[in-house]
């Protein structure tokens, strides 16, 4: 059983703004973390976590419970303490998948773990975005069109600076003719990180029925290859590598 | 100095088809050419061949001279003996430079090297690309506007079916909402290879000054590294690494 | 369940060579399918085919039903049929997996997913190869000691000329001190390709324990993503990107 | 003209132990800017940079005017002040070449840059170094022996703890039978990254002529694409980004 935590800074969601809140009345996370209950079943112990609980909610406790973390920010990325950033960067090294979505590019969990500035370019113009599979062999694509469509949406473009990934499984272009790499996979330490674009607070994008099969394909594909080890507070991934 | 040959299987234009003799009244060869010599002056010796030629202009002794091969073909693919493909790709192999143009992506060389059956989907209606750098430090992107523009074009769509790349350097829009990896580069022994998609005897591309930028630049980028070693026919690269 | 079919050459064996015999009385091939059934189970059916069955063993209809295909090819590469490599490497391109071993790396169907010469450096003085994991977290390293230790193993030494690997698993170095990408993966159109040099007819490789767990990984690692598509013999996987 | 400054933490050389002031009795950073000045003469600028200076010696100022930067460091990674850190990754963004030397793989600069913990195995025992060329085409191997040969080393091992490489060059084997990745290349956002691990404060590495072709290679490698821009300190890479 894959044990997910999503994870998002509930911000936007909290503020009144009417437009957010007819698509995430609850809240991103509520939305993402149904979708993954929702096809993942019985596969799958989903729970959620924001910036306002303690430690974010993102004690080492949980993190060492946790198979894949979902990664939701936005406007609060300054307000992530660099201690849970700390503690999230070091489980992702020792075998922790992340997901990270949509404005999470800038979080400091992903800048931390790609060593780029992460920018784009991007025109909030509910634009329709086509979200292209130039993998199809790759677990995260499976089950879905070619292309999804996704009616409105803002634009994020190329470019995208972040290092080469991994693995380039979707690419997007929007009504204005921009390209991005909207789906690109990493590896770093012994986990494995997935940034997908598509999704936004002003956007039902995760009620979408594809996205949705995406963030579950992702949620698998993220977990750990091994059982995660024992990881204690004073222990360091590093230190693995020294001794093997 | 940079020994280029730039080859076409020059059909298209010898079949009085007032549109292709329109942009390339000599040739697609002809225009590649003159962009080549234009913007690499004295630093390269560009000729040309043809299919119609002798071994199709490819004999051992002009291979073993040049540099950097450019290669544009479309509906004669089958018409090239597998005898000039083997030395083409043995050249490869040893060190020479290949750029494969647009329709090329099917040509017996191109395949033969990539290992997969290049497929890709294409729809003729005169729609703008858009050729988006994403590789912003790569030699190849270097000189050009983000995005290049075309006004009218073939379009090559996603799945296109090759090897990942080793790098990648453009991605291209089409009015239909299409995405394509345009500007692909891979080693092939020690060679190195560019696929380069826009380029189609129906429009005037290979006129476009930023087109023309991106094939010279190509031609610097594939030019091998050190100065090519004497290999005579009854030589194969294969043991050379026998031999270090 | 992963069907799998471990093809092999099978001339070595038939000679009356008595260290080859020694190691391999009923042939590589059957050594090999042993690893696989008893560490696989009832997860996947384990058949055999070698070059001497009509179309050596690998039909249309058994490619069709096959899901990963294990090749071991070391003297009688050219006796193998034209028709019968592109019936192989049609099957990849559709979604088989391929997993080549040891001088296999010369065969038709390797040389032709590759592109390249795929020429190596060798030496057989019975020396002990350690195969070293630079891939912790993937698939086919798991359950196997850091290095594995093959006591007698013939050498096979850098420069591989093989394009840059999808993913490196394995890298291994020899008592002379040569070092080998030993493990290295592709993807070829839908299908998977994982390349292992240990494991040679004149030295029990495909004995050892840590072998057999790196094959079984392999052959689980290579299955196709999703359930092999109806192939029949007169469509190709060509055809499927064209109509996406 | 290239500008290089070599970077040395410059701690081991000044506290009198005699091996290390019998290899480098004015620091490594002097030995490795001879080198530098020795082969690339008027093709470059090399000046030279320590820990003790005034901001390290890597002012605003300076890094602006600097093409490529060699970084040396060993024991005193925890005294350089994150200012200058982020100052050297910006420019890194901005298009400034790093040449990361030996134990400089824990520095702040690259482990910032990587995203990973770096960590490896090591083994000081003075043991054979071989370190293989596996990129045969690659501008930095060009010109030294297969294998280049170093007497005397401190042992790195794997499993090194690094992001895939864009390019790998180098790998090296022991006296011990353990491999490395000794020479791997990477792209953050506009600059280049090389890592090359052989060198060390107890053994002349440095004064190895194959190892100062190597590092001019190198520097010639990892020089800007493009002339570096002007990025004054309130400027920041990211928004160039934005901008395109």
Same mark, same amino acid.
């Given at each position: 059983m894959t044990r997910i935590v999503v994870w998002n800074e509930y911000v936007h969601e909290t503020r009144g703004d009417e437009v957010v809140l007819g698509n995430y009345p609850d809240g991103i996370h *509520?939305? $993402?973390?149904?979708?993954?209950?929702?096809?993942l079943g019985a596969d *799958?112990? $989903?729970t959620t976590a924001t910036l306002q609980e303690p430690e974010h909610g993102l004690t080492e406790e949980r993190l060492a419970a946790t198979d894949v973390l979902f990664w939701w920010g936005h406007i609060a990325h300054d307000q992530v303490s660099d201690e849970v950033v700390d503690r999230v960067v070091r489980h992702v090294h020792a075998g922790m998948g992340l997901v990270v979505l949509h404005s999470g590019h800038y979080s400091k969990p992903f800048t931390r773990l790609m060593g780029t500035t992460c920018s784009l370019k991007w025109r909030n113009d509910g634009e329709r975005e086509l979200v292209w599979t130039i993998a199809p062999d790759h677990p995260i694509a499976q089950g879905v069109p070619h292309p999804i469509v996704i009616d409105r949406q803002e634009m994020y473009g190329e470019q995208f600076d972040i290092p080469r990934p991994d693995e380039e499984v979707f690419l997007s272009t929007f009504d204005g003719g921009e390209v991005f790499r909207s789906g690109v996979a990493y590896r770093r330490g012994l986990g494995k990180v997935f940034y997908f674009s598509p999704g936004d607070q002003e956007y039902p994008v995760y009620h979408h029925p594809d996205i949705r099969r995406v963030l579950a394909n992702a949620a698998e594909w993220a977990a750990p290859t091994a059982?995660?080890?024992?990881l204690t507070a004073d222990q360091h991934p590093r230190d693995w590598f020294l001794n093997r």
């Open positions: *509520a939305v $993402v973390a149904d979708g993954l209950r929702e096809l *799958a112990d $989903v059982p995660r080890r024992d």
